[in-house]
């Protein structure tokens, strides 16, 4: 059996748990403040939903990007680096937003940034060492 994409599986694992885990923390508050929906005016509440949030806004797109790089054969170093600031980056923006940690929550979108951007770099790699290597007509 070949793998075609482990770092971006793995990354993809280890996200879906903080993913629940952040789902089930708006559920808990919902359930603490008896709001089905909206915030309830509670800033606890809005403060669960925007991390939440903010993660399914910004997780899919670094994944597409990391699971593309892969199979198209981007070194898988690039990938894991962008695999790192990611968990690491939305880990840290999801403790911060409850936490009011202005700080640790532009450390989080910093690394968050950095791995869209890597993202972009392992895409773009195989595809540029493809053009330059295409044997002329």
Request: proline share 5%; charged share 10%; no cysteine.
């Amino acid at each position: 059996m070949s793998l075609l994409a482990p770092v971006s599986s793995v990354t993809a694992i280890v996200l879906a748990v903080l993913f629940i885990k952040l789902a089930f923390g708006v559920i808990k508050k919902r359930r603490l403040h008896k709001v089905a929906l909206g915030t309830g005016q509670h800033p606890d509440l809005e403060a669960a939903i925007r991390a939440h949030g903010n993660f399914a806004e910004y997780v899919p797109l670094s994944l597409l990007l990391m699971g593309f790089a892969e199979i198209n054969g981007s070194p898988w170093w690039l990938v894991a680096m962008a695999a790192v600031a990611l968990v690491a980056g939305r880990t840290i923006h999801a403790t911060a937003i409850p936490a009011s940690d202005l700080k640790k929550r532009v450390l989080g979108m910093q690394l968050s940034f950095a791995s869209l951007a890597l993202g972009i770099v392992a895409n773009a790699t195989p595809l540029v060492i493809a053009v330059f290597t295409m044997a002329p007509r």
